[in-house]
């Protein structure tokens, strides 16, 4: 990010209107799948008409669609964020273990990144589905409430997780969800002193999960590896118990292998 900031010294470097359309793209999600223009300009701060010139010419792109009132974003989206993902080495290194690992404990397992205050799928093995919303690569989900999230954050020091906290949309997703930054920070603090993360039923009821850092040979965390199953499974006490070896075992693999 710094080098891209000085390559960019000069006005004329900034298109601006290149800028404008990422930001009405991002303004689409898992729980905002279908978007006004009024809706699109109070997410992103744009005055109506620039949405909707915007809005408008992803339509003509083919990266939206309008039913005369909603906007919807078209599969074509998935070129623009696909390719990046499968360019990553990532996913491909990490693939063949979650799959063995899945298969193994019956369960699902999934790898992602921190991005800002989100994590994002890159990677997944399921056996079963166990959110309401499908989980994929490009998938995203709050970092604060997630199992893969406060074990990435935790990853960073404290002054730059507490930023993204601060940040972060904390508003409940369910009754178990944690919605005081202070009480937060504190779970992050666990996370750094116990080396993994169990979540219960915070970001979507009937789901648990219990997540570990990815570090690579240098020994910096690139990324949170997790299992998720129902919560009728098991209880959330259990799944240090059941879960932490086999997910050791995969952490250890994967530190000798990844660069």
Known sequence: MLLLVRMMNKPTDYVASLAKGLQVIECFGAETPRLTITDVAKRTGLDRATARRCLLTLCQLGYAEFDGKFFTPTPRVLRLGMGSLASLPL?????????QLSDQIGESASVSIL???????????AQR???SIGLMPGSRLPAHC???G??????????EARILIDRADLSPRTAHSLTDPEEIMKRIAEVQHDGYCVIDQEVEVGLRSIAVPL??????????????LAATQAKAV???EMFQEPLVKVQSGLK????
């Open 91 to 99: 996913p491909q290194m990490v693939q063949p273990w979650l799959d």
């Open 115 to 125: 991005d800002e205050t989100e994590i994002v799928y890159l990677a997944r093995a």
């Open 129 to 131: 589905r166990v959110m």
């Open 146 to 148: 997630t199992s893969m």
């Open 150 to 159: 406060r074990v990435l954050l935790a990853a960073l020091p404290e002054a």
């Open 215 to 228: 570090m690579n040979v240098h020994g910096r965390v690139v990324a949170a590896l997790n299992i998720g």
């Open 238 to 240: 259990d799944l240090v």
């Open 256 to 259: 000798r292998v990844l660069a």
